[in-house]
């Protein structure tokens, strides 16, 4: 298994090189298509003829800047690229907000790479809910890199978090290229006993015997936090998530790849709280399906 195309997101922020290094050095890993998306975070309507009259001069000047501003992060990747030896990429332009515009992008890609929400470096052309909105509505699993510290490598040290759900399924599907590459890999279950139908008599087994059938060796490791679990007994409902980053650093992992929760259309209360808590806080790159 490979990842045959991977996007990333590329912007005017500080941490666009940093993303479009991983991306490129992902892509080398796994001969994959390489394509770079910014956005200028207005409609497309708006550069439709007539749509701006000469009372809307200052309007107009406002999208151009916009469109530059895409502009001039695609030739950035370009360059960076091009420098690090990538063959096959290209770079798109979409004339829409972050959220919807990338996630269209992503649905013909194996992997889509952005940036955690940085709260001090407001974006014109990026909400601040973009990576969780990709995760929730692009159909495809995504690697999410914090905005601050460098990544020097991703993939060596992976832990899987592993509650039985369909999201962490899919995630753990779609991590398989790295995981097959990695020199270390733990699955981490928390508080099992929360799901007996889902873990059973061996927390872990059957999907470390699983992954075994693609030729990746793991560690299982049994952990619990202490809180209690809610009637639902999801992974999502028991107050994880600083006990993952925590246990990350333990273990010097870098990347976490884990399932995405939703459950409502409120931001308070959209995502699960293993969810927001990694979104909000994570210290090393996390792959993310929903």
């Not at 096959?88 to 907000?97: A, I, N, W």
């Not at 890609?109 to 952005?114: F, R």
């Not at 006993?193 to 999907?207: L, T």
Request: proline letters at 5%.
């Amino acid at each position: 298994m490979s990842y045959p195309t991977i996007l990333v997101h590329v912007d005017a922020s500080v941490r666009t090189a940093e993303r479009i290094r991983i991306s490129a050095e992902l892509a080398l890993r796994t001969d994959a298509h390489l394509t770079g998306t910014a956005s200028t975070g207005v409609s497309g309507l708006f550069y439709l003829p007539g749509a701006i009259g000469e009372g809307n001069l200052q309007l107009g000047a406002m999208l151009d800047m916009l469109k530059q501003r895409g502009t001039f992060a695609l030739e950035e990747f370009e360059q960076m690229v091009t420098g690090m030896g990538v063959k096959s990429f290209e770079k798109r332009l979409v004339d829409e907000e972050a959220g919807p515009g990338v996630s269209l992008q992503a649905r013909y890609s194996d992997l889509v790479i952005v940036g955690q929400t940085n709260p001090d470096e407001p974006s014109p052309s990026t909400a601040d809910e973009f990576p969780e909105y990709l995760v929730m509505h692009s159909g495809r699993p995504v690697l999410i890199i914090p905005y601050i510290g460098h990544f020097e490598h991703i993939g060596r040290k992976i832990l899987v978090a592993w509650d039985g759900s369909m999201q962490a399924t899919r995630a753990v599907t779609a991590a398989i290229p790295l995981l097959q590459q990695a020199q270390q890999v733990q699955l981490v279950v928390f508080n099992p006993e929360a799901k007996p139908d889902v873990h059973g008599d061996e927390p872990g087994a059957d999907i470390a015997l699983y992954l075994a059938r693609h030729g990746i060796k793991l560690e299982v490791t049994i952990l619990t936090t202490t809180e209690k679990a809610s009637k639902s007994g999801r992974m999502d409902d028991l107050d994880v998530g600083n006990a993952l980053l925590s246990h990350a650093a333990d273990v010097d992992a870098d990347l976490i790849v884990m399932g995405g929760y939703a459950h409502s259309r409120f931001r308070q209360v959209l995502l699960g709280g293993v969810t927001n808590t990694i979104l909000t806080s994570m210290t090393v790159p996390v792959l993310m399906a929903h």
